[in-house]
């Protein structure tokens, strides 16, 4: 038993409460055009909402210094006893911001749009609401989790069977609450087989693999009380994911028992958000926006920097910076791939990085790949790699931005500059992440001469400062 808890604890040792991470931007709202992308920088202000249909208060549930709520506290009543025991055992004891101010208007069946920080216990606080609404004794469906990679699939479904798993002493005679995988690439056959024969209490899966159980009448919607999008605006400004997305929310707002949650660190425009889902009827007319400290400056344990250089000497700089540094541990970030570049027969980026890597650099670190179009089992290799300990070097998409979490990752290499500032804030987040460590970790920019004012938008918006940084 103590080793299991062992073993959860240090998986889930990034849920725990940390420093401030990076925080998001405002932008203009992608799902009402599923086209529409454009960024607009962000208006900073403090907050001080109200708790009505769009936002939360901070200090209307401010709990007293000498006397503040623990979490079991907080679920006491509506979570199981043997769920509350788990999340002890694991170190829950004190809320974060975020479950603090979010759990007691979820357990009143309230629609919420979370919006805090990576790192900052968003995952805990929909699973716990997910045990307390769902009956593991009904055999069906009763909660999804949809989210955007197969990655994050994997992250969310081993939390949720952590807390979930029945005690060891066999003391509760309940039926224990089951949870599915249901990811891109998975075995779906036997997922069709498991639910027909024993509906799983809660499913984590991806919209495409959803939408085909969904689509076939496999999986119906009519028994879910709880349906969670996770990174919802990732999955908005997915051209891939978008129109999935939209037909589901669509489809689930016809349901008379439900509960809709979303969560990101980067939510688009709030105001004009929650208006659209209650528009649309994604959500009730009563959601609760519950935004934490959602502009903060980027936490103190992350030092920015950038190297100028030309497009052919960016090899070369990675290799010096990797020589200069000794990184523990690190992720080295390349753009995906232009459908040009693919028609034309070009090799990616990653590709190309990955040979100039294996065979220039010659530090002790083991060289992994991960990418959005690899195949699922060559990716699940990677990570599985990655989770087994000690220093590695990733090189990857955007696809590793979001869902992996990589406590050890000391230092992020952007060999290509992101797209925009949410998917910045994504990567530097990256790293950072060890509990309660003051360890400086550093987010390394190699960019040319014309990308420098790509990278100053960057830090007005997301409120950093970056350092040249001459080899």
Known sequence: M??????????????????????????????ANPNFLYFTAPK???????????????????????????????????????????????????PTEIQRQSLPVLFEGRDCILHAQTGSGKTLAYLLLIFSAV?????????????????????????????????????????????????????????????????????????????????????????????????????????????SVRKLLTSYSSCNSRQTVFASA????????????KQQKWTKNDVVHVRVNAVEPMPSCLQHRYVLCSKKQKHQTLLSLLQSDAPKSGIIFVGEQSEKSKKAGNAPSTTLLMDFLKTSYQGGLEIL?????????????????LRQGGGHLLVSTDIAARGVDLPETTHIYNFELPRNAVDYLHRAGRTGRKPFSDEICYVTNIITPQEQFVLQRYENELMFSCEELEL
């Not at 925080?23 to 709202?29: G, K, M, W």
């Not at 009904?138 to 994050?152: G, M, N």
């Not at 891109?184 to 499913?203: F, M, N, Q, Y």
């Open 369 to 385: 790949l991960l990418e959005e179009d690899m195949n699922f089992n060559l990716r699940a290799s990677s990570l599985s790699e």
């Open 266 to 277: 980067s939510i688009p425009q709030h105001n004009r958000f929650v208006h659209d889902c």
């Open 2 to 31: 103590a080793s299991t808890i062992s073993s959860a604890t240090h998986f889930l040792s990034s849920f725990l409460p940390k420093p401030p991470n990076p925080r998001s931007f405002t932008r203009q709202p992608p799902y």
């Open 135 to 243: 009956n593991p004794q009904k055999s069906a469906v009763q909660a999804l989790i949809v989210v955007p990679t197969r990655e994050l699939g994997m992250q969310v479904t081993k939390v949720a069977r952590v807390l979930a798993a029945k005690p060891e002493d066999g003391g509760l005679e309940q039926k224990q609450f089951t949870v599915m995988a249901l990811l891109d690439g998975g075995l779906l056959r036997r997922h069709k087989s498991w639910l027909k024969a024993e509906p799983p209490t809660i499913v984590v899966a991806t919209i495409a693999s959803l939408c085909r159980m969904l689509d076939n009448q496999i999986l119906k919607l009519k028994n879910v009380k709880v349906l969670v999008v996770d990174e919802v605006d990732f999955m908005f400004n997915s051209s891939k994911q978008v129109s």
């Open 44 to 94: 900073f202000r403090p907050l001080s909402a109200t708790l009505n249909s769009s936002t939360l208060t901070q200090q209307e549930t401010e709990p007293t210094e000498t006397n503040p709520l623990t979490l079991r506290e907080i679920c006491q009543g509506h979570v199981p006893e043997h769920v509350l025991k788990r999340v002890e055992e694991v170190g829950y004891v004190m």
